[in-house]
Each structure stands twice: as structure tokens, then as C-alpha cells.
């Protein structure tokens, strides 16, 4: 498969250990914020979202946190498991616009077995 | 499978030439959204189509232009190809509420 970034953050964690992915927004009038996974060759595919009306959702074996005080969002993998390893991104947009997000430049999660 | 599709999977070209990358949204997705992904770039917003009408642009040179088909399918055209377009083109397709955007799986564009 190639490779989505040269210069992405890199976090590697070993199988079984619980990961957490960070992500800073810019604009803070976004109120509406989307993690995605992206493994090579592939699209980006959902994994959560968040709106700003809350600070933590909860999915299957992933949380998101969102801070609003200081326009940050987090994702928590529970366990994880090789099949995590993928490249992760955090987006925000508005409800006022017309959706279209903005995009982090994404972090590579390396599960070691 | 986001359900999603787009054609082809890959595309091997020469400078100068032009192309037409295909996407067919999810089944009752009215709005389909174009994204460039390179690797010193990332993620980058082209240009959003809403039930045939151009909605929202983004970093879409004047070379490339785009449409959405009444049966909802749209169509990106890169013309005048550089070295640089070289790069992943996803498709994205929501809903009404236009929230969520559901990805496809990209078409490689290669330029030569």
C-alpha cells in the first residue's frame, strides 16, 4: 500500500494497550467535529463524531473528548489491535457553512503484535 | 464499504493530456464532494456539488472543473496535466443534513 504523509506524527503502541490520538482545531466557531481512519490504499472511513453541545462519546472501543476551552479533541482506542494501525484524522466544521470540514494532517498509529 | 464508488482505481497518464475521474454516491446521498490527498499536502477540498448544482469551492484550479448528473453521479476533469496533480482524488458523498461525508476508495492519478 503507499503511504498518505512523509511527516505525519508517529504513534506506536503495542497490541493490547490503550491508544489516545490528539488534535488541535483552529476555528472556533466549528461545532461539529468527525474522526476518520484511513488505512493505506484506502479511503477515509468514519469512526466518530462529536458535536459541541458535548464533551465525550462514546463508540465501540473508541471515545472521542472534546475541549472547547482550548479547541483540542481526542481519540481513545480501547485495546488496540493491529487492525487499528492506520493513519487518523481529526475534522471540524460548522453547521452555519455548508459542511465542508477541515481537515487535520492526521496521525500514523503503529500497533506492534 | 462506505458505498461509495469510484472509477477508475488507478490512472497512468502523460503531461498535457486530460482525464475524468468517475463517482457514484450512496444510495440516497444528494451531495457528492471532490478531495485532493497528496503526500505533502493532505486532505484538500475541491469542490462540492449538491442534487446538480455547484454548492461550495475550494482549492480547485481553473484546469479542473467538475459535474453532477441528474442520476446523481459526478464527474471531476483534470485538463492540462502537470507532474504535480499527481496525487489520490477521494470522492465523498452525505446525506441531507450534510454532516457526515462517507469516502470512497480514490482513484490514484499518476502523471508522467
Known amino acids: 500500500g503507499e503511504s498518505v504523509g512523509l511527516h505525519l506524527p508517529t504513534l506506536s503502541v503495542q497490541e493490547g494497550d490503550n491508544s489516545i490520538i490528539n488534535c488541535a482545531y483552529s476555528?472556533?466557531?466549528?461545532?461539529?467535529f468527525i474522526w476518520y481512519k484511513q488505512e493505506s490504499g484506502k479511503g477515509p472511513q468514519f469512526i466518530i463524531d462529536i458535536r459541541s453541545n458535548m464533551d465525550k462519546r462514546q463508540g465501540q472501543r473508541v471515545t472521542v473528548l472534546l475541549n472547547k476551552t482550548v479547541k483540542h479533541l481526542s481519540l481513545q482506542i480501547a485495546a488496540t489491535q493491529p487492525g487499528d494501525s492506520a493513519v487518523y484524522f481529526c475534522?471540524?466544521?460548522?453547521?452555519?457553512?455548508?459542511?465542508?470540514?477541515?481537515f487535520g494532517r492526521g496521525t500514523s498509529l503503529i500497533v506492534h503484535p | 464499504d462506505s458505498g461509495v464508488t469510484q472509477t477508475p482505481k488507478h490512472l497512468i497518464t502523460a503531461t498535457g493530456q486530460r482525464v475524468t475521474l468517475r463517482c457514484s454516491p450512496r444510495s440516497g446521498d444528494l451531495s457528492v464532494y471532490w478531495y485532493q490527498q497528496s503526500l505533502d499536502q493532505g486532505l484538500q477540498f475541491l469542490i462540492q456539488?449538491?442534487?446538480?448544482?455547484?454548492?461550495a469551492k475550494g482549492n480547485i484550479l481553473e484546469r479542473f472543473s467538475a459535474q453532477q448528473f441528474p442520476d446523481l453521479h459526478s464527474e471531476l476533469n483534470l485538463s492540462s496535466l502537470e507532474l504535480g496533480d499527481s496525487a489520490l482524488y477521494f470522492c465523498?458523498?452525505?446525506?441531507?443534513?450534510?454532516?457526515?461525508?462517507?469516502f470512497g476508495p480514490g482513484t490514484r492519478l499518476t502523471v508522467l
Open positions: 456539488y449538491y442534487n446538480g448544482e455547484e454548492r
Open positions: 476555528n472556533s466557531a466549528s461545532d461539529y
Open positions: 465523498a458523498s452525505s446525506d441531507l443534513a450534510g454532516d457526515t461525508q462517507y
Open positions: 475534522a471540524e466544521t460548522s453547521s452555519g457553512g455548508s459542511y465542508i470540514p477541515t
